[in-house]
């Protein structure tokens, strides 16, 4: 299995700040990578796909990028709404696998 | 607007069969090119992939999972299930199904159910 590994746990930042989440992948994955967003008590949504393409809807502040073995997402300025656990999830090769998640909190 | 909703038990015996279904509006089961699977996520932690079921109805499971898992389809209903065998208490999480579509490569899931929690306990 392909293991997918965060960084950091949590992150804690100003509403403003520009926020930039790690995800490593154990073998390279070339660009088949998914971010989702997950808010306190409800079900993940779909933000990114193939490392850096925006899913319909959402918003610009969101970014990806990265290919191989090193990805990152970008919160170009933090909001109160993106309080939430952020996940990457490899898409390479069964079995799919997700990151063990970022918290991102507010400062 | 494609929704999902997942229903079944709240509480299973440790051995028992784990039964979860997810019924499916907005969207047809039987729609091409599209995944329906079992994601988990036990108390506090990550998601795990469970399995897919492409609609022409071939299936892909998780190999740490592959010979306690089925999942399948009523497309008269549009809905799809999820039977989990011999349950024990690491199969406690919050069971979500969800839409998956393919870009070139793999599964990415687009529409997720709200989640329901299953505890394995006696």
């Known amino acids: 299995d392909i293991q997918m590994t965060q960084s950091p746990s949590t992150l804690s930042a100003s509403i403003g700040d520009r926020v930039t989440i790690t995800c490593r992948a154990s073998q390279s994955i070339s660009s088949w990578l998914a971010w989702y967003q997950q808010r306190p008590g409800k079900a993940p949504t779909l933000l990114i796909y193939r490392a850096s393409s925006l899913q319909r809807g959402v918003p610009s502040s969101f970014s990806g990028s990265g290919s191989g073995t090193e990805f990152t997402l970008t919160i170009s300025s933090l909001q109160p709404d993106a309080v939430a656990t952020y996940y990457c999830?490899?898409?390479?090769?069964?079995?799919?696998?997700f990151g063990q998640g970022t918290k991102v909190e507010i400062k | 607007q494609v929704q999902l909703q997942e229903s079944g038990p709240g509480l299973v015996k440790p051995s028992e069969t784990l039964s979860l279904t997810c019924t499916v509006s907005?969207?047809?089961?039987?729609?091409?090119?599209?995944?329906w699977s079992w994601i988990r996520q036990p108390p506090g932690k990550g998601l795990e992939w469970v399995g897919n079921?492409?609609?022409?109805?071939?299936?892909t499971y998780n190999p740490s999972l592959k010979t306690r898992v089925t999942i399948s389809v009523d497309t008269s209903k549009n809905q799809f299930s999820l039977n989990l065998s011999s349950v024990t208490a690491a199969d406690t999480a919050v069971y979500y199904c969800?839409?998956?579509?393919?870009?070139?490569?793999?599964?990415?899931?687009?529409?997720w159910g709200q989640g329901t929690l299953v505890t394995v306990s006696s």
């Open positions: 079921m492409y609609y022409s109805g071939s299936t």
């Open positions: 999830q490899q898409y390479n090769s069964y079995p799919w696998t």
């Open positions: 969800a839409r998956g579509f393919t870009v070139v490569r793999g599964v990415i899931y687009d529409y």
């Open positions: 907005g969207g047809s089961v039987s729609s091409a090119n599209y995944y």
